[in-house]
C-alpha cells in the first residue's frame, strides 16, 4: 500500500492472525534504508534521540487533531488536520527506530504483540515522554496554534536540515523525507502569521496575544540535553543551540512582514535545571495523554 493513503489496509488482505487495532498494516516508508547502527554512538542515546524527536512529532500532532471540525473554516480544517498526519508519520518512523536501536526503550506494560512505535505511543507514562514543552500546551485560540506552528516548523525545519547528513542512515532519512512537509507547515504558519498581524485590529491583537504565551517555550528548543550534545559530537545529531541564529533570522522575517514585534516575555525555566527532555512536563500533558491512550489501554488486545 502506499504511505499516503492508510485506509488501504481495511480492504488489503490480511492472515487470519489478525493486527493490533491501533496502527498495524501500514507500509514501511523506509523500504530499502540501511539499518546499520554508527559503530562510535551508543545504543541507549541515539535510541534515546529517536524518542526524543519522535515524542516532539507525536504530542504536536495529537495537538493539531484537536482543531478538526473547530478551524475557522474548512479548509483550515483538512490543512491543521494534514499537518498532524505528516508529523504523526514522522514520529511512527521516529518511534520505530527508537525500538530498532534498543529494545531496552520498549515500556514492559506494552503487550508483545504491539509494535514498538505503538508500545511507545500508548504505554510510556509522562515522566518517560522527552518532548520539548512547546508542544503539549492546550491548544488555545487559532492564533496561538499558528504562533506555536510558526515557532516549532522553523525549529524543526532548520533541525531536519542539518540532520540529512546524519551519521545514523535512518535519521538522515527521515530527515530528508521530512524537509518538504516542514517546509510548508513553515509557510502556512508564516502566511497566518502574516494574515493575521497584518489584518484587522482584532486579528493582529490575537496573533500578538498568541505570541506572548508561546515565546516563553522557544528558548527549550535552543538547549541541549547531554545526549544531544554527545550524539552531536559524533555527527550523529545537531547541537540545537547552534539553529538559533538560522531561526531567529526567520522569525524575524515573518514578523516584520506581519507588522509585529518580538514578544518581550520571560523564558518558561526549567524546574531544578530539568524540562520536556528530562521527562519534566506541564500541567496540560497529562490530560493530553490520557485522552490519547485512553483506547488502547482500556483494550490493549484488541484486533481488527
Known amino acids: 500500500m502506499s504511505w499516503d493513503n492508510a485506509y488501504e489496509s481495511l480492504t488489503e488482505g490480511h492472515d487470519d ?5 491501533f496502527g498495524t498494516g501500514f507500509a514501511d516508508a523506509l523500504a530499502g534504508v540501511g539499518r546499520d547502527i554508527p559503530s562510535n554512538v551508543d545504543r541507549a542515546d541515539l535510541a534515546a534521540y529517536c524518542v526524543m524527536l519522535g515524542d516532539d512529532a507525536l ?15 474548512l479548509e483550515e480544517d483538512v490543512a491543521l488536520a494534514n499537518i498532524a498526519l505528516d508529523l504523526l508519520g514522522q514520529a511512527r518512523m521516529s518511534l520505530t527506530r527508537a525500538g530498532e536501536v ?37 491548544r488555545g485560540d487559532f492564533a496561538e496554534t499558528i504562533a506555536r506552528l510558526l515557532l516549532f516548523s522553523c525549529w ?11 551519521g545514523d542512515p535512518v535519521l538522515a532519512a527521515i530527515a530528508a523525507k521530512g524537509l518538504k512537509e516542514l517546509a510548508y507547515h513553515r509557510d502556512h504558519a508564516a502566511r497566518w502569521t502574516v494574515r493575521l498581524g497584518d489584518g484587522t ?13 508561546v515565546w516563553p517555550f522557544l528558548a527549550e528548543l535552543f538547549t541541549a540535553h ?27 522575517q515573518v514578523l516584520a512582514a506581519a507588522g509585529l514585534d518580538r514578544p518581550e516575555v520571560a523564558p518558561l525555566p526549567a524546574v531544578a535545571g530539568l524540562a520536556g527532555r528530562h521527562g519534566v512536563h506541564t500541567e496540560p500533558m497529562g490530560y493530553l495523554l490520557a485522552e490519547m491512550q485512553h483506547v488502547a489501554r482500556s483494550h490493549p488486545q484488541a484486533v481488527w
Open 17 to 21: 492472525s489478525g493486527h493490533w487495532a
Open 226 to 252: 547531554p545526549v544531544e550534545a554527545r550524539l552531536a559530537e559524533a555527527g550523529v545529531a545537531v547541537d540545537p543551540g547552534s539553529l538559533r541564529p538560522v531561526v531567529d533570522d526567520v522569525l524575524d
Open 201 to 213: 485590529e482584532f486579528s493582529r491583537e490575537r496573533m500578538r496575544a498568541g505570541l506572548d504565551r
Open 156 to 166: 524543526r525545519l532548520a533541525l531536519f536540515e542539518r540532520l540529512t547528513t546524519s
Open 102 to 138: 534498543d529494545p531496552a526503550v520498549r515500556p514492559a506494560a506494552a503487550p508483545v504483540h504491539v509494535p514498538d512505535e505503538d508500545a511507545l505511543a500508548y504505554f510510556r507514562d509522562e515522566r518517560a515522554f522527552r518532548n520539548v514543552r512547546m508542544v503539549e500546551q492546550e
Open 59 to 73: 504530542v504536536f500532532a495529537q495537538r493539531l487533531s484537536e482543531w478538526c471540525s473547530n478551524a475557522p473554516e
